[in-house]
Nanobody, 124 residues
C-alpha cells in the first residue's frame, strides 16, 4: 500500500520561512515525479512544485524564487522549503504523485495516494 505523510509547516509572519516534508512508504519517491500541491480556504487545488525522477525541478511563477523543492533518497522524503512567505501562501500543503495528478487535481482526494496534508499559516 502506498502511503504519503506530510509534516512540518506551522505558522509564521509575512516574510518568514517554513519547511514542509513528505515521507513515502510503499513507494520509492525517486522513481517518480513528486508534486507539492496546496489548497487554501475557498481556493482551488494548486500545484506549487515538482521534483522529477531525474532530479530536475519545476515551480510556477507564483512561488518562483521563494519555494525550493528537494529530495532525500536515503530517507525517501521530499521537502519544500518556503521563504519570503505571504498571506496568500496560507493553505494545506500536500504531496502526491505528479505523474497521476498532473497540473491540477483535487487536493487530498485526487488520483493515487494523498496524505492528510499539513497546514501552513502566514499572518500579516
Amino acid at each position: 500500500e502506498v502511503r504519503l505523510e506530510e509534516f512540518g509547516g506551522g505558522s509564521t509572519q509575512v516574510g518568514g520561512s517554513l519547511k514542509v516534508s513528505c515521507r513515502g512508504s510503499g513507494i520509492t519517491l525517486r522513481e517518480t515525479d513528486m508534486g507539492w500541491y496546496r489548497q487554501g480556504n475557498g481556493n482551488r487545488c494548486e500545484l506549487v512544485s515538482v521534483i522529477r525522477s531525474d532530479g530536475t525541478t519545476y515551480v510556477p511563477e507564483s512561488v518562483k524564487g521563494r519555494f525550493t523543492v528537494s529530495r532525500d533518497n536515503v530517507e525517501n522524503m521530499v521537502h519544500l522549503q518556503m521563504t519570503s512567505l505571504k498571506p496568500e501562501d496560507t493553505a494545506v500543503y500536500y504531496c502526491a504523485d505528479f505523474r497521476t495528478n498532473g497540473l491540477s487535481s483535487d487536493c487530498g482526494v485526487g488520483h493515487g495516494a494523498w496524505g492528510q496534508g499539513t497546514q501552513v499559516t502566514v499572518s500579516s
